[in-house]
T-cell receptor
Framework: NAGVMQNPRHLVRRRGQEARLRCSPMKGHSHVYWYRQLPEEGLKFMVYLQKENIIDESGMPKERFSAEFPKEGPSILRIQQVVRGDSAAYFC????????????FGPGTRLTVT | LAKTTQPISMDSYEGQEVNITCSHNNIATNDYITWYQQFPSQGPRFIIQGYKTKVTNEVASLFIPADRKSSTLSLPRVSLSDTAVYYCLVDTGYSSASKIIFGSGTRLSIRP
């Protein structure tokens, strides 16, 4: 059973461009979470999704950030008009059940904005 | 919202038992306590989860007192490969208004 897949592993964008980060949850998992981690800091929750639904986006910045988890395909975290402060590691996790169950994390996407 | 507090760092030696305590004074009735381990440039890895009293698996034990306002992760006989950051997580429920909060993490360094 493959683990959580994230791609790309590294992404370089210039200021003002768009960044798209993809996450394929573990097989059988219908809950996806996105986190952001700045260097030398802990993980910050961004958004929690189920198939075709955003359940909790209380950790998402109000502008430029959006997330989706379509019926088919991976979950996408989209950052429009990136700025240098968006440079961070973005981790995706999935779980088989409702919140509170064990989360399985992907290897992360390291976004660098130049 | 339940906020967690952990020591910023800890040092120990190979073969010792290490106990890391997390405070979560505002934990709610339905909250579970979960601990994760993270190595540099990797995603966190689940270690153990509990609700009350004691939970043990093949890598760690988790002790939770009756008031559940704190929890202690116990790593028996640590090795150099246990050097990592350890996060205490309290999941604050299932409603759409809830928020998942990771602690600040404890940077554990194991020496030979």
């Amino acid at each position: 059973n493959a683990g959580v897949m994230q791609n790309p592993r590294h992404l370089v964008r210039r200021r003002g461009q768009e960044a798209r980060l993809r996450c394929s949850p573990m097989k059988g998992h219908s809950h996806v979470y996105w986190y952001r981690q700045l260097p030398e800091e802990g993980l910050k929750f961004m958004v929690y999704l189920q198939k075709e639904n955003i359940i909790d986006e209380s950790g998402m910045p109000k502008e430029r950030f959006s997330a989706e988890f379509p019926k088919e395909g991976p979950s996408i975290l989209r950052i429009q008009q990136v700025v240098r402060g968006d440079s961070a590691a973005y981790f995706c996790a999935s779980s088989p059940e409702v919140r509170g169950s064990e989360q399985y994390f992907g290897p992360g996407t390291r976004l660098t904005v130049t | 919202l339940a906020k967690t507090t952990q020591p910023i760092s800890m040092d120990s030696y190979e073969g010792q038992e290490v106990n890391i305590t997390c405070s979560h004074n505002n934990i709610a009735t339905n909250d579970y306590i979960t601990w994760y381990q993270q190595f540099p440039s990797q995603g966190p890895r689940f270690i153990i989860q509990g609700y009350k009293t004691k939970v043990t698996n093949e890598v760690a034990s988790l002790f939770i007192p009756a008031d559940r306002k704190s929890s202690t992760l116990s790593l028996p006989r640590v090795s150099l490969s246990d050097t990592a950051v350890y996060y205490c997580l309290v999941d604050t429920g299932y409603s759409s208004a809830s928020k998942i909060i990771f602690g600040s993490g404890t940077r554990l360094s194991i020496r030979p």
